[in-house]
């Protein structure tokens, strides 16, 4: 399988949907939310306007994705807004180089402590988290004190994160 990191486009907004649909709602319900939050005419609570969104796409099939965006809650610098990875993707490293990804706009944008909304329960997404760096801000959120250091830290052999075009 050839994996490929790159920014995310309106064409894969469709795409990007189906994935959220395999978390909760399906894709009719995600693909107008999706396509608001991308062109900034929908944004969660406290959001600046800055924000960007990675594919993950798999030989001609998008396999997963990651969003994000600038924000003045709870003292970050930053949010990410979605991680979502097809089921039958998972367990081989796309969400660590979508992070990745995620991690070198932040960086751009000088954006260094970025906060997550995950609940307790989801211990795939806070696994992933930790093993990226990230701590507990409290039983909903979790932090990235420095998430700069996700971009030097990557170290997983073979993954995607080379190959990214952000
Ligand atoms: C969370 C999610 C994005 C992870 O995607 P993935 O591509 O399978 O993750 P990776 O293979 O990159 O895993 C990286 C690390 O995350 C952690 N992790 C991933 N899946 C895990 C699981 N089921 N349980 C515990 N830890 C897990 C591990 O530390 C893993 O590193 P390792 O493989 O070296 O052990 C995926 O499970 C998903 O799409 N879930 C549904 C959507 C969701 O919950 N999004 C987050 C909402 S806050």
């Known amino acids: ?49 800055e924000r960007a969104a990675f594919v993950a796409e798999a030989d001609v099939k ?37 992070l990745v990804a995620m991690a070198g706009w932040f960086k751009q944008q000088n954006a260094r402590r970025i906060c997550v909304d995950v609940v307790p329960e989801n211990t795939a997404a806070r696994g992933l988290y930790g093993s990226h760096g990230a701590i507990p801000l409290n039983p909903h959120w979790m932090v990235w004190e420095d998430i700069t250091k996700v971009t030097v830290n990557s170290t997983r052999p073979g993954g995607a994160a080379s190959e990214s075009e952000n």
């Open 1 to 49: 399988m050839s994996l490929r990191i790159r920014p995310a486009e309106p064409r894969d907004i469709h795409s990007m949907a189906v994935l959220r649909s395999h978390h909760w709602e399906n894709a009719s319900f995600w693909e107008p939310r999706v396509e608001h939050y991308l062109f900034g005419s929908h944004s969660p609570q406290q959001a600046r306007p």
């Open 62 to 98: 998008i396999v997963g994705f990651v969003a994000g965006h600038l924000t003045n809650r709870y003292q970050c610098d930053g949010e990410l807004q979605w991680i979502n990875v097809a089921p039958d993707h998972r367990g081989r490293g796309i969400a660590g180089s979508l």
